[in-house]
């Protein structure tokens, strides 16, 4: 657990249609809820109100489901979500979606809030800084990543007969991926002279960082 390991995860492959990806999105629900990272970071959202009326970005948007709570919760807020899955099928949907490489399009100019849910984590050495350039221009980022320690991994097999082959590969892949304190700040260049930061970690395996301009 000492070095971060990035390989590719099978579901960053699969078809958006292929029934084990399907499968796997469920799976991912289901995780996502038992770690709380959606309702985290809803509340992290809710105490930059003023920023956030400016705009809500969400990166790699996945299933959309995030974006779509914010853009509820901040239904003044224009609210974009960037993804290399197409935007899906919700009836009466007012984000913007992106699809495509997140390094070939500029990002928004407008400031507003960034946030990013098991995302970051793909990415190591100059494409993690990169992504970090990329969201220079956002007042505040929101990050839950994977937190690089055993026991997540014990959580996972626990969890295995209520997963599919795909989910369970890709979690124990995210875990060897993630971060420990200080390397996700560090990662991305959010500079301690630019940014106030503040970081946690949940035991059920979530690395938390709250970035802010003052």
Not at 75 to 85: H, K, M
Not at 133 to 151: A, K, Q, S, T, Y
Not at 165 to 177: F, G, L, Q, Y
Request: hydrophobic fraction near 45%.
């Amino acid at each position: 657990m000492i070095e971060r390991i990035v390989i590719p995860e099978l579901l960053d492959h699969l078809p958006a249609d292929d029934p084990e990806a399907r499968r796997s999105r469920r799976d991912l629900r289901r995780i996502n809820f038992f770690m709380g990272n959606e309702r985290w970071i809803c509340r992290a959202v809710r105490r930059f109100p003023e920023v956030a009326g400016r705009g809500i970005v969400e990166i790699g948007a996945g299933d959309g489901a995030l974006c779509h709570r914010l853009a509820r919760m901040f239904p003044l807020a224009p609210v974009s979500a960037y993804d290399l899955a197409p935007a899906p099928e919700i009836p009466g949907s007012r984000v913007a979606w992106h699809q495509g490489n997140l390094f070939k399009v500029p990002a928004p100019s407008g400031g507003g809030v960034l946030v990013a849910n098991l995302f970051v984590h793909h990415f190591e050495g100059e494409e993690l800084a990169a992504l970090g350039r990329w969201m220079g221009n956002f007042e505040v980022v929101i990050l839950n990543e994977p937190d690089r320690c055993r026991l997540p991994h014990w959580l996972g097999g626990v969890m295995r007969p209520f997963m599919n082959r795909v989910t369970w590969h890709d979690m124990h892949v995210s875990i060897d991926a993630g971060f420990r304190q200080g390397e996700l700040a560090n990662g991305l260049g959010l500079d301690s002279n630019r940014w106030r930061l503040r970081e946690t970690s949940t035991w059920r395996g979530a690395r938390r960082v709250v970035a802010w301009q003052p």
